[in-house]
């Protein structure tokens, strides 16, 4: 960071003997080019472009070229040329006092300045390359400062768009979840289509040469004890919900009732088919 300038009492003579070397360019200038008031637009272009270097000095400005500053360099050019106008300006009047004396003032201006800068400057103030050293590593660190935010910002896009990506997800497996509950609640048991050919009754199976043995009759307990309470339409309704066909449905009523005839049995099983049929299923 630059420090302000220090006062020094050299700048009264400094400013005093720029604003005489301004004068006396500008005149010898319009002399030496003859050109009038037309003449005076080049003498204060020389004097602002002179002036203007002093100004950028007394500013501390640099200009790298190759690592060296040439603010110094375009300073002592500018006025080697305006030296060189005014010597050129007092051998075109054949006078080598205007010679010799015309360069001499912006020359010592020059000098004056060159002290008066030298004294303003703080003895602990940075030099040039220390300067130019602390900006590059400064601008280094606003590279690197910018180039971290741009990564979190890129790093904070990539989380939101996971997050967005896991929450659709997550409403996906929860909506399919609530369906499938939703369905086990409302499909009945599963029963197989009955065709023409199966509602029709069965034709009586004729006797066969080895006629099977009758179903053994299981033994009086508690469960069939509780299968004779119930009433011919509740056993049909019962086995029709468990057979697809009505003959098993028949064969299996049988065997729990040996004494119940068949056609009745067959009766009220196509009457329990029917009242399912009538319901749309079990349920």
């Not at 196509?270 to 319901?279: F, I, S, T």
Request: one cysteine or more.
């Amino acid at each position: 960071m630059r420090t302000l300038p220090i006062p020094t009492p050299l700048l009264i003579p400094a400013v005093a003997l720029s604003g005489g070397s301004l004068a006396w360019t500008t005149w010898s200038l319009v002399d030496l080019l003859g050109a009038g008031h037309i003449g005076l637009t080049v003498a204060a272009g020389a004097d602002i472009i002179w002036a203007a270097v002093i100004l950028a000095e007394a500013r501390g400005l640099t200009i790298r070229i190759k690592g060296r500053n040439i603010v110094h360099a375009i300073g002592w050019a500018a006025l080697l040329l305006v030296g060189a106008l005014l010597a050129w300006h007092g051998i075109e009047r054949d006078s080598h006092a205007m010679a010799v004396a015309g360069p001499f003032l912006p020359l010592g201006a020059k000098v004056v300045w060159l002290l008066a800068l030298a004294d303003m400057r703080d003895p602990a103030d940075f030099t040039d390359d220390e300067r130019a050293l602390l900006a590059d590593e400064e601008r280094a660190m606003r590279f690197e400062e910018v180039r971290h935010q741009r990564e979190l910002r890129r790093r904070e896009m990539a989380a939101e768009r996971l997050l967005a990506e896991v929450s659709v997800d997550f409403e996906i497996e929860l909506a399919r979840q609530d369906k499938g509950r939703e369905l086990a609640r409302r499909a009945p048991i599963a029963i197989a289509p009955i065709t023409t050919e199966q509602a029709r009754d069965p034709e009586p199976i004729p006797p066969a040469s080895n006629p099977e043995p009758p179903p053994v009759v299981p033994p009086e307990t508690s469960a069939n004890a509780d299968r004779e309470q119930k009433t011919m339409a509740d056993l049909a309704r019962e086995q029709v919900a468990i057979h697809a066909i009505n003959p098993p449905a028949i064969n299996a009523i049988c065997s729990l009732r040996p004494n119940a005839d068949r056609d009745s049995v067959g009766a009220a099983v196509r009457r329990a088919r029917r009242e399912l049929d009538a319901r749309g299923g079990y349920r």
